[in-house]
């Protein structure tokens, strides 16, 4: 849903959320097939599940992004044809924000666990690090100079 909403902005801001989003969904793969697999001893099971997880944002882009429904129930409450940039801006912050809420909340105290605490704060700051200069090239190829 992202790509879709961010492609308003641009080509070049949806296609960078697009690989940033590819990226990030293998270790959300592996992520759902290991547990599944040493839980159950089956490749094919964790396989079958991971990539059922992986569903959900298609079907989210689908859900959104489908102008075609008969009775027009859900096009202008998922997704208006004329929607505002700083809405979108503010859903995208929104949910930026969820997801460092939860690596902070809930794997930081993890890693503190199993790495120990300066791997871990080592780990934390090389990555925000690594997509902070992510980010600063994004936003000088997303945007055409003025």
């Known amino acids: 849903m992202a790509v879709f909403l ?5 080509l070049r801001v949806g296609l960078n959320l697009a690989i940033a989003i ?12 290991l547990p ?33 429904f008969s009775d027009g129930l859900f096009e202008p409450y998922l997704f208006p044809s004329n929607l505002n940039p700083e809405i979108l801006e503010g859903l995208l912050g929104s949910v930026g924000g969820v997801m460092a809420f939860l690596t ?10 199993y790495a120990g605490q300066k791997q871990a704060v ?6 925000m690090a690594f997509m902070s200069a992510r980010t600063c090239i994004f936003l000088k190829s997303a945007y055409p100079k003025t």
Do not use: C
């Open 122 to 127: 080592k780990a934390v700051f090389v990555g």
């Open 36 to 68: 599944v697999y040493f839980a159950t001893q089956s490749k094919w099971k964790a396989f079958k599940l991971a990539t059922i997880s992986g569903f959900a944002e298609p079907l989210g882009v689908i859900i959104v992004g489908n102008r075609d």
């Open 104 to 113: 902070l909340h809930e794997m930081l105290p993890l890693a503190f666990d």
């Open 6 to 10: 961010g492609s308003m902005k641009g």
């Open 22 to 33: 590819a990226l990030h969904n293998i270790p959300e793969g592996v992520a759902v097939a």
